[in-house]
C-alpha cells in the first residue's frame, strides 16, 4: 500500500483507464462520488485534480477505455441513468469533449464495458439492453466498435452475442498476443442458476502483436 496523499476517496462502479503515453492512471465517477477527473501518477506516487473545464456527467458505472492510437481515453454508458452521449478525455491537453457521433448503441441504463484493440485502432464495447419494466424487463447483450478517428460507432452483429447478464456482471479485455477480445460474464437467469462464463471475440483478422514491454517499477 503506496499510500498517497492527499488521496481520492475511490467509490465502487468508477471508470478508469491506463494511458500508456503518459504512464498515468485516469479515474472518473463512480457510485455516489463528485470529485471528477482524478489521475494517479505511480511514477510519482501522487495523485492529481486536473479540474477540466468541462466534464461528463458524475454516473455510477460504464466504462472507460484508452484509446492510444489517438491518445483519448472513451467514455461511455452508465448504470442508472440514460446518458445518450459519447465521451473522449484528452490528458495533455486536460479536455473532456463530447464527440456526438451520428448514432450510438442503446444508451440507457447499458452497463457498458469497454476495451481498445490496438491492432485495429477501435474501442469495443458489450452494451445491455433491457425490454420491459424493471422487475420484469429481459436483458440481452450486444457487441459494438467505436472508430475515434472517424467518430463512428459500428454494430457488429456477431453470429452470437454472449449470454445476457445484469449489472456489476461483466469484465472486458484486449489480449493483443492473440487478437482476441476476452469477456468475463456471469449470466444470472430468473430461477437459473449463476455460471462463470469466458467468451471470446475477433473484430478483424491481423498478425498478433508481440508482447508489449514491462512497464516502469513504480516506486517503492
Partial sequence: NLRPLPAPTPRPLRCASWDSDREVVVMFGGEGSREGTVIYDPHSNTWKWPSPKVQPEFRSGGNMAYDAGHKLHILFGAQFENDPHTWAYDAEKN??????PASMPPTDKNDAV?????????????VKISEGNEENAKHRLETWAFDA??????????????????????????????????????????????????????????????APPAPKQPPH
Avoid at 452483429?157 to 477480445?181: I, Q, T
Avoid at 444470472?188 to 449463476?194: A, D, E, N, V
Fill in 149 to 210: 478517428g472517424a467518430n463512428r460507432w459500428t454494430k457488429m452483429n456477431p453470429p452470437r452475442e454472449p449470454d445476457a447478464s445484469g449489472n456489476r456482471a461483466r469484465n472486458l479485455m484486449f489480449a493483443p498476443e492473440l487478437n482476441a477480445v476476452i469477456l468475463e460474464n456471469r449470466p444470472h437467469p430468473p430461477g437459473g442458476l449463476h455460471e462463470q462464463q469466458i467468451w471470446t471475440y475477433r473484430y478483424a483478422d491481423a498478425k498478433p502483436a508481440a
Fill in 114 to 126: 469497454l476495451t481498445y484493440d490496438p491492432l485495429h485502432k477501435v474501442v469495443l464495447a458489450i
Fill in 95 to 100: 479536455e473532456w469533449r463530447d464527440l456526438k
